[in-house]
């Protein structure tokens, strides 16, 4: 299975590029992409500032559709990877579980989508795509209707109910981004909070 990183370069709210944030002096980026290289045999980090990221050892490949947000990062990892199924998250979740991605990927073969699903709705930006799923993507983009769960439409969708999802990740804060100063803070609190319970 592939791994695709998206990371879209400076965002609005943060007022910087979100993949360079640290946590406990890691940025995001290196913390991703490590997981991803244990998790993955191939790793594709769609971006369109490929100069930021020579340090990473991995694929790196610009959007085909330009200024089409996660769903033109999908599909241009989606189009580039050399396996049939691809893994896809954002560079800025910091509590990514690898037990529950394992889980999911071993649920892929039989899918064209493997995508959780909590309380606060699919979580398409932590799911599972096949290379099925191509061409319709690409009618939406062409389309300009660029929702991530449009490409669902037609296609075999295994949904993970959050008993599940719980049963790896009691809180889910696999499912936690970072998009303002707030989450940042957040995120930071959780983790301080998970120390003190370790020790």
């Known amino acids: 299975m592939t791994g ?3 990371s879209g370069g400076k965002s609005s709210r943060m007022g910087l ?3 360079f944030l640290e946590i406990n002096g890691e940025r995001l980026i ?3 992409v490590k997981l991803f290289r244990q998790l993955f045999s191939e790793v594709i980090l769609v971006t369109n500032e490929p100069l930021l990221y020579l340090d990473q050892d991995i694929a790196l490949v610009t959007d085909i559709y330009k200024g089409k947000g996660p769903m033109g990062g999908l599909y241009s990892g989606l189009f580039y990877a050399s396996f049939d199924h691809a893994f896809l998250c954002a560079c800025d979740i910091p509590y990514l579980n690898v037990e529950f991605i394992r889980y999911m990927t071993g649920k892929a073969s039989e899918y064209d989508v493997v995508v959780p699903e909590t309380a606060d709705g699919f979580h398409p930006l932590h799911a ?3 290379r099925r799923c191509l061409p319709s993507i ?6 300009d209707r660029l929702k991530m769960t449009g490409c669902f439409k037609g296609m075999r969708v295994l949904y993970i109910p959050e008993s599940v999802i719980r049963s790896f990740d ?3 804060r696999m499912f936690l981004n970072i998009n303002t100063e707030q989450d940042l803070q957040r995120v930071l609190e959780l983790k301080h909070k998970s120390e003190g319970r370790e020790v």
Request: overall charge positive; some cysteine; proline content about 5%.
């Open 17 to 19: 590029n979100k993949a």
């Open 128 to 130: 599972i795509y096949s």
């Open 170 to 172: 009691p809180e889910c």
């Open 30 to 32: 290196d913390r991703t």
């Open 4 to 6: 695709i990183i998206l």
């Open 138 to 143: 690409k009618s939406l983009l062409i389309r």
